[in-house]
């Protein structure tokens, strides 16, 4: 009897035990699973700020570059004209520009890729913010429900300050932006403002002039010096690319057909000026479709030699 009693105690103790345990197991489990709920938590919340903050200091690209000098009114005819605008930050997406020259002064409609801003100001943010809020220009809405701004424009090829209103956060931002001279068409420009060959008294013969090739993704290149011919006071270019990829270019509206694509594209295309980014574009057979692609050249007269 007593060896029975002491066997059931025995078995007693060793069931309470492993409940025991088991019940620590379980809690261990649980409080295991809490912590690794908590870190995941804790990541997404430090992902979501790190978004957040990046959204809010995107990088701040500079949008002037080196010899650009300003064009005012007053080289400009009177008219209504699609302008390119560069902004300093990507969160500033302007989709399309009409830049209007009327009595020696200019403004612009720009188009925004989003909603996310109610005002902008000419100025700094700091201007901004202790201004009077008739200086605020409020965003419209034009035919597509876009939402677009009226600002004026002291001068193209010049940083412009711009500060705008986050309807999300309520807090001015800077930024900065600049209308590109090089985006208009010639003839947009008052005469004498581009020098011709004319005006730079070249006799019709040959010449080299040394030539600069500004845009695309500049892995392609121009022949420089380039050939120069100028026949009854007009000049025009013997443009020889690093590629023999392009079956065409664009040239103040006209398109110009290669002469040969042997040793790179060769064209000869109508000099539209000198000392000034003329803007072209150049049909690439290289991709898997054809691309036109973007580029300006500028001819520049002090490099003008006789052959």
Known sequence: ????????????IVTMTLSACGAQESTAVKESAA???????SEKITEAETTESEVQTAPVEEVVEEGMTPIYAGSLKDGTYDVTVDSSSAMFNITKCSLTVSDGKMSAVMTMSGKGYLYVFMGSGDEAAAADESSFIPFVEDENGDHTFTVPVEALDS???CAAFSKKKEIWYDRTLLFRADS????????????????LGLADGEYTVEVELSGGSGRASVQSPAKLTVENGVAS?????SSSSYDYMMVNGEKVLPVSTENGSEFIIPVMGFDFNIPVSADTTAMSTPHEIEYTLKFISESISAK
């Open 184 to 199: 208009l068409p010639i003839d947009a420009f008052g005469d004498g403002f581009i020098k011709s060959a004319a005006d």
């Open 237 to 241: 270019a013997d443009i020889v690319w």
């Open 1 to 12: 009897m007593r060896n029975k009693l002491f066997a059931m105690l025995s078995a007693l």
């Open 35 to 41: 912590s690794e709920d908590t870190t995941v938590s």
């Open 159 to 161: 940083g412009i300050s």
